[in-house]
């Protein structure tokens, strides 16, 4: 919804900013989002799509990327998440690059509010 009107959205997230409200640029990558968008948009968080994960283990450029990306998204002031951790080696990888949150089936597969509530208390 936000690309459909750049310019009006682009005002409305800063309005947004100024309340507080974080701003989440999901599926970094792939898709709509695009370097202009680290511009145009107040973004606090970076979503690293897992498009780019599927391959890092085996794939030396999609290592690079990943890195780079986010690099990219510490210069500018905001945390990074990689999406689609399925394993402890991937965890690793994307750990040692400094990453700041993971997510993905190798930490829990989705579940409904009152199991992921539980699985807080616990």
Same mark, same amino acid.
């Given at each position: 919804?936000? !690309?459909?009107?750049?310019k009006s959205s682009a005002?409305?997230?800063?309005? @947004?900013?100024? @309340?507080?409200?974080?701003?989440?640029?999901?599926?970094?990558? #792939?898709?709509?989002?695009?370097?202009?968008? *680290?511009?145009?948009?107040?973004? #606090?968080? *970076?979503? +690293?799509?897992?498009? *780019?994960?599927?391959?890092? @283990? #085996?794939?030396?450029?999609?290592?690079?990327?990943?890195?780079?990306? +986010?690099?990219?998204?510490?210069? *500018?002031?905001?945390?990074?998440?990689?999406?689609?951790?399925?394993?402890?080696? !991937?965890?690793?990888?994307?750990a040692s690059y400094g990453?700041?949150y993971m997510q993905g089936?190798?930490?829990?597969?989705?579940?409904?509010?009152?199991?992921?509530?539980?699985?807080?208390?616990?």
């Amino acid at each position: 919804l936000a !690309m459909k009107d750049e310019k009006s959205s682009a005002q409305q997230f800063i309005e @947004l900013r100024k @309340l507080g409200v974080g701003i989440v640029l999901d599926d970094f990558g #792939t898709g709509y989002t695009s370097f202009a968008y *680290l511009k145009r948009f107040p973004a #606090t968080i *970076l979503k +690293i799509d897992k498009a *780019l994960i599927d391959y890092i @283990l #085996t794939n030396e450029e999609d290592q690079h990327i990943v890195q780079s990306i +986010i690099n990219l998204g510490h210069s *500018l002031g905001m945390k990074v998440v990689v999406e689609g951790i399925e394993n402890q080696n !991937m965890a690793d990888l994307i750990a040692s690059y400094g990453c700041d949150y993971m997510q993905g089936y190798y930490f829990a597969k989705p579940l409904p509010v009152f199991e992921f509530q539980k699985m807080l208390r616990q």
